[in-house]
Structure formats: structure tokens, C-alpha cells
């Protein structure tokens, strides 16, 4: 039976970053609701209380039945989780006479605790939080402080309950990663099973029993998500899965061909439905961006549903959705917070039953289990690329003139990044693309003056956009070299007929989004 360590989400904006953590620990984890925990199920090892916008005294504050949980199971409370433990069990939580926000070291700790196995003195914690404990329940000991805090840890043995008023999960808790061991290995015994191979060989078995001889059709993006869940469904059932490769004329220059040329070479049964002109058609004198969403949305759906219809007794409809995209979609109260475009599939009028083979997998988690299955790099490293494609890239309204000056350029900037190379500080050389979360290049609705030659030119200008990331859920603009940013804007202005200047976002997210639209 497959371990896990259950995450009760109380809101924070780091709980994913808890989830990764654990992952990383080759543990399997969920993460649910606070008030989702999956009683009688004999797999959990053990329980993570995440942070939280609340006050364990604000009216609207997550609580959960900790008698559940406490002396059962071993359970690590993180921030708000560590002081809703201390709350419920009788001690204080008091408001703090200034937030506790940043960087603090250790000024003490207890080495003999298992929860400080092998961290350092004055080890480096990151802080962020208003409320702190002045007092702890009795039974309850004080393991770790900083200079300001107190109470920065405390555990009850007896009960195996852990508390940490500081985040482990961040980067900037420098031995977070040592003390989650601590937690995860040590303390709840998890066998560090969980590995790219051991979710394939499980993965594809348990889709063999599931799907049986039943016929599968899942729609391709071009994408590493749905690449690495058809090549899975391939290995499992073979002939019986379909897939479908929407082309709505807003791909990427000559990816349509391209991608088929690959996922021909994987050996995948693949269809190819070029509909641009429906497309087109549907998005003329449109500027308004969630209007283009929608209509391309729409469009997708249709031309799925109507190739998804000549496939005799399909039952199933696959998808590459992601364990971000499910949290995503689900807030700790259990309603919709943001729609997802893979989540919830096709209209219920197909009649299909929904398989999402990667369901629990992070982003990172896929590339390797993409590896694992053989997949080529350019596919498993390929950077994510919006569903709308070049739409959200084109501001103001779209045509294929547009396109193809967006394509040209966007093609070169590509191009460029895989073409240039750095090297590390081991002298490992690897090509720039590789070190960018996600590029590409945007339209801008305005002209500007130019020279080529002799001539007064009035062309359009371009944005250059990279980002690096671990998530997408932050980023970065990427400081790429000066000299690949001037060789870039020189290739672009003298081969894209129709531009005659190229400027670099240099926005993070937030503020800003990584697209444009």
C-alpha cells in the first residue's frame, strides 16, 4: 500500500510549496481542505497543518476536530497550524506588538528533539505572521526560539504533535527541507517510495484495470501535461487510445507540423484537424481579450466534439490535467475559484467518463516521469505555451497578418535561447532555453518610426517577454545577457517584414501576468 502524508490546506499562499517539499522527499501527499481529511483511510502516515490569512480568533477562522487527528496520527502544525494547535489545547495566542515578517535565526533549540536532527546553530527561518504564542498548553514543550520568539517551536512527544511558528516550506528557511525530513522520514516512517518510475509502473497498471478494452480520445496541446499523459495512456492501452491535435492558427510557427512529426516518432495514433479558418473567421474585428478566450474556448470544444463523434464506442476522455490545476480550481471551502480549462472536461452530452492519469502530479513531477517513459527533452522541456496561443499575444484585434509577424518573430526568439549557450560555475555548458520558465514574444498595438536605409519607416513594435519560475504562480522577468538581447532584436528587425522595433518586459509577477492578455 502506498503511503501518504495528508496536507489540511487552511488558505495559505505556501501550502503548494509544503506539498512540493514532501514530494521532494520521494513521499506521496494530498492536499485537501482543512475539513476534508479522509478518515479510515489506512494509508496516511501522517498530517501537515498549513498556514493561514486568519487569526486562530477571527469569527471566520478554518477549524478542525484536532481530536481526530492528535495522538493518532503524527501531525507537524506549520504557522497558523502550530498556533491552532497551542489555541485548541489550552494555550495563548496573542497578537504580536509588530508583525513577524522575514528572516531570523535560531537562537536556540533543542538538537536531542527529532524534529532538529542535524540543524545547524543559528540556522536561518523565515517568519510571516501577526498573531504568536505567549503561552503553551500544558503537556506542551518549548524546542526552538528566536530573538523575538519565544516559542518559534514546541512538540508534545506524548501525543506527537509538532508546532513551528516559522515556514519550512520556503526557500529562505534555509534547513526547511532538513527538519520536513525530520518530519516526513523520521518521525512518521515514510519509506520514500514514491518515485517516477514507481508512479509509471503503478500508473499504467492501475489504467489497464480501469480502462480495460475501452476506447480512449484525449486532445493534445502540443504541450509537456497532455505529451507525457497520452505516451503514459500509449504504454497501458496502445491501439485503443486517439488523439486529437487541434490546430487553430494561432500555434507557434510550423508547430502544427512539427508536433505531429514528433508524436508520430512516439508512436501515438494522432489526428490532425487543421481550423484555423473557422477560427479566424470567428475572431475578426474582436479586441477584447476574455472575448477571445471565450471564442476560442468555444471553437476548441466544438471541433474536439465533432472529431471526438467519428470515433466509434470511445468512452473515455483523457486529459493532462495537474495536480496545481485541481487545487487550483478548488478553494478550502470546496467552490470554484478559478476555472480551468482541463478541469472539468467536455459537455456532459458526450457521454464520456473523465481519466486523468497525472491528476497528482506536479509540474516538475512530470518532466520526470516524461524521462522515465523515454520522451524526448524537446518535448519534456518545452515551455509552457497558452491555450489560446498567440491570441493572448496579440493585443487589439487579430488577423493573419499579425500572426504571421508575431510567429516570425516569436520563431527567432525561440530559436535564439536554444542557440545560445551559458555556462555554470562547473563549466557545464547548456543552452539559455533551458534556464527560462517561459518566453515569447508580443504584438503591441502601436507603430513606431524607424530608419532602414535611407527610408522613414512606420512599423510595428514587439515586446520580448521571459520569465523564470517554478510554478508560474510567481515569476520573474529573466535576466537574460545584453548581447543575446541585442543579437535577438537585431535578427528580428532585419528579417520580420513589418517590424522595426523590439523592446523587453522587465515586470514581475505579481504585479503583472506572464501573458499579456
Not at 44 to 71: H, N, Q, W
Not at 158 to 172: I, N
Not at 475 to 497: E, G, H, T
Request: aromatic fraction near 8%.
Amino acid at each position: 500500500m502506498q503511503q501518504k502524508i495528508i496536507i489540511l490546506d487552511f488558505g495559505s499562499q505556501t501550502t503548494q510549496l509544503i506539498g512540493r517539499r514532501v514530494r521532494e522527499l520521494d513521499t506521496f501527499c494530498e492536499i485537501l481542505p482543512y475539513n476534508k481529511f479522509p478518515e479510515g483511510d489506512d494509508s496516511v502516515i501522517g498530517v501537515i497543518l498549513s498556514g493561514s490569512p486568519y487569526s486562530v480568533y477571527d469569527p471566520e477562522a478554518f477549524k478542525v476536530d484536532l481530536g481526530k487527528l492528535c495522538g493518532r496520527y503524527p501531525v507537524l502544525g506549520i504557522c497558523y497550524g502550530a498556533q491552532y494547535i497551542a489555541y485548541t489545547h489550552g494555550g495563548k495566542v496573542e497578537p504580536a506588538a509588530t508583525r513577524e515578517y522575514g528572516r531570523a535565526n535560531l537562537a536556540s533549540y533543542d538538537s536531542k528533539n527529532p524534529l532538529f536532527k542535524g540543524i545547524s546553530e543559528n540556522s536561518q527561518v523565515w517568519m510571516s505572521h501577526g498573531d504568536t504564542i505567549t503561552a503553551l498548553p500544558e503537556g506542551f514543550t518549548a524546542i526552538a526560539s528566536t530573538e523575538k520568539v519565544k516559542y518559534a517551536a514546541f512538540a508534545s512527544e506524548s501525543e506527537r504533535v509538532w508546532g513551528v511558528q516559522f515556514h519550512p516550506e520556503v526557500y529562505h528557511t534555509v534547513q526547511g527541507t532538513q527538519l520536513l525530513r525530520n518530519f516526513v522520514v523520521d518521525i512518521c516512517g515514510s519509506r520514500q517510495d514514491w518515485s517516477a518510475a514507481s508512479f509509471v509502473d503503478t500508473t499504467v497498471a492501475e489504467l489497464k484495470e480501469q480502462l480495460g478494452n475501452d476506447k480512449v480520445i484525449l486532445g493534445l496541446s502540443g504541450g509537456v501535461d497532455s505529451s507525457v499523459a497520452a505516451v503514459l495512456l500509449n504504454r497501458a492501452i496502445g491501439k485503443n487510445l486517439t488523439c486529437i491535435f487541434v490546430d487553430h492558427g494561432l500555434l507557434r510557427k510550423n508547430e502544427f507540423e512539427d508536433v505531429l512529426r514528433e508524436y508520430e516518432c512516439l508512436g501515438l495514433n494522432v489526428i490532425g484537424v487543421d481550423a484555423s479558418e473557422k477560427f479566424f473567421s470567428e475572431l475578426a474585428g474582436v479586441t477584447e481579450p476574455e472575448k477571445k478566450r471565450k471564442i476560442i474556448g468555444k471553437g476548441f470544444i466544438d471541433v474536439f466534439e465533432a472529431e471526438a463523434r467519428k470515433i466509434q464506442d470511445a468512452r473515455w476522455l483523457a486529459q493532462g490535467t495537474i495536480y496545481p490545476d485541481r487545487i487550483e480550481s478548488l478553494n478550502i471551502t470546496g467552490k470554484t475559484i478559478k476555472s480551468h480549462h482541463n478541469v472539468g472536461g467536455l459537455p456532459e452530452k458526450m457521454n464520456l467518463k473523465l481519466c486523468e492519469p497525472l491528476r497528482w502530479l506536479f509540474k516538475d513531477e512530470v518532466r520526470r516521469v516524461g524521462r522515465q517513459l523515454g520522451m524526448p527533452d524537446k518535448l519534456i522541456l518545452r515551455h509552457p505555451f497558452p491555450g489560446p496561443g498567440l491570441a493572448v499575444r496579440i493585443l487589439g484585434d487579430i488577423t493573419r497578418e499579425k500572426v504571421r509577424i508575431l510567429q516570425d518573430a516569436d520563431d527567432i526568439f525561440i530559436r535564439g535561447l536554444h542557440d545560445w549557450k551559458v555556462t555554470d560555475k562547473n563549466g557545464n555548458t547548456d543552452e539559455l532555453y533551458n534556464h527560462v520558465w517561459q518566453a515569447g514574444v508580443i504584438l503591441l498595438p502601436i507603430r513606431s518610426v524607424g530608419v532602414m536605409g535611407d527610408e522613414r519607416t512606420y512599423e510595428q513594435a514587439v515586446a520580448l517577454r521571459a520569465v523564470t519560475s517554478t510554478d508560474a504562480m510567481t515569476a520573474d522577468w529573466a535576466r537574460l545577457p545584453y548581447d543575446f538581447l541585442a543579437q535577438v532584436s537585431n535578427d528580428i528587425i532585419r528579417n520580420v517584414r513589418g517590424v522595426n522595433r523590439v523592446c523587453y518586459d522587465v515586470s514581475s509577477k505579481p504585479p503583472s501576468t506572464i501573458e499579456w492578455e
